[in-house]
Protein backbone atom coordinates (compact mmCIF):
# COMPACT_ATOMS: atom_id res chain seq x y z
CA UNK A 1 0.00 0.00 0.00
CA UNK A 2 1.65 3.42 -0.60
CA UNK A 3 0.97 6.25 1.82
CA UNK A 4 1.48 9.56 1.27
CA UNK A 5 4.70 11.61 2.12
CA UNK A 6 3.01 14.33 3.13
CA UNK A 7 0.43 15.46 5.35
CA UNK A 8 -3.28 15.53 4.16
CA UNK A 9 -5.39 18.55 5.46
CA UNK A 10 -8.02 17.24 8.57
CA UNK A 11 -10.62 19.73 6.32
CA UNK A 12 -13.59 18.87 5.24
CA UNK A 13 -14.68 17.86 1.67
CA UNK A 14 -17.42 19.97 2.32
CA UNK A 15 -15.49 22.81 2.98
CA UNK A 16 -16.66 26.78 1.97
CA UNK A 17 -15.53 27.59 -1.49
CA UNK A 18 -13.44 30.34 -1.93
CA UNK A 19 -16.31 32.80 -4.35
CA UNK A 20 -18.64 32.48 -1.82
CA UNK A 21 -16.02 33.31 1.03
CA UNK A 22 -14.63 35.91 -0.76
CA UNK A 23 -17.88 37.96 -1.57
CA UNK A 24 -19.02 37.77 2.33
CA UNK A 25 -15.18 39.50 2.30
CA UNK A 26 -16.24 42.04 -0.24
CA UNK A 27 -19.50 42.87 1.56
CA UNK A 28 -17.81 43.07 4.90
CA UNK A 29 -15.52 45.69 3.50
CA UNK A 30 -18.24 47.75 1.91
CA UNK A 31 -19.62 48.56 5.45
CA UNK A 32 -18.70 52.06 6.35
CA UNK A 33 -16.74 50.59 9.66
CA UNK A 34 -14.80 47.98 8.40
CA UNK A 35 -13.23 49.94 6.12
CA UNK A 36 -9.78 48.63 6.97
CA UNK A 37 -10.78 45.33 7.59
CA UNK A 38 -12.63 46.16 11.23
CA UNK A 39 -11.85 43.36 13.50
CA UNK A 40 -10.49 41.06 11.12
CA UNK A 41 -7.93 42.93 9.34
CA UNK A 42 -5.47 40.70 11.40
CA UNK A 43 -6.42 37.84 8.75
CA UNK A 44 -7.99 39.81 5.66
CA UNK A 45 -5.34 42.94 5.54
CA UNK A 46 -2.04 41.51 7.00
CA UNK A 47 -2.86 37.87 6.06
CA UNK A 48 -1.91 36.02 9.24
CA UNK A 49 -3.22 32.96 8.22
CA UNK A 50 -2.70 29.90 10.46
CA UNK A 51 -5.07 28.19 12.43
CA UNK A 52 -4.07 30.53 15.79
CA UNK A 53 -4.48 33.93 14.13
CA UNK A 54 -7.61 33.10 12.62
CA UNK A 55 -9.39 31.54 15.91
CA UNK A 56 -7.70 34.59 17.77
CA UNK A 57 -9.69 36.52 15.46
CA UNK A 58 -12.80 34.57 15.64
CA UNK A 59 -12.42 35.43 19.79
CA UNK A 60 -11.86 38.90 19.30
CA UNK A 61 -15.15 39.33 16.43
CA UNK A 62 -17.08 37.29 19.11
CA UNK A 63 -15.71 39.89 22.09
CA UNK A 64 -16.91 42.81 20.04
CA UNK A 65 -20.30 42.03 18.71
CA UNK A 66 -18.37 41.52 15.20
CA UNK A 67 -21.46 38.78 13.79
CA UNK A 68 -20.59 39.13 10.45
CA UNK A 69 -16.44 38.86 10.90
CA UNK A 70 -17.06 36.23 13.76
CA UNK A 71 -18.82 34.23 10.44
CA UNK A 72 -16.24 34.99 7.57
CA UNK A 73 -13.80 33.83 10.23
CA UNK A 74 -15.42 30.34 10.94
CA UNK A 75 -15.64 29.67 7.45
CA UNK A 76 -11.99 30.44 7.23
CA UNK A 77 -11.30 27.72 9.65
CA UNK A 78 -12.90 24.89 7.77
CA UNK A 79 -10.53 26.17 4.91
CA UNK A 80 -7.43 24.96 3.43
CA UNK A 81 -3.85 27.54 4.08
CA UNK A 82 -4.48 27.70 0.48
CA UNK A 83 -7.80 28.71 0.00
CA UNK A 84 -7.70 31.10 2.64
CA UNK A 85 -4.87 32.96 0.23
CA UNK A 86 -6.89 33.00 -2.27
CA UNK A 87 -9.98 34.46 -0.01
CA UNK A 88 -7.63 37.09 1.12
CA UNK A 89 -5.43 37.41 -2.47
CA UNK A 90 -7.47 37.58 -4.95
Avoid at 39 to 56: P, Q
Wanted: net charge positive.
Amino acid sequence: MNRARFRIPDRSPDRPKVPAVRALVENYYAKPENGAGGCCHIVLDDCNLKDADVRWTLENCEKSGDGDGAEIMRLMLQMTPSQRRRVVRP
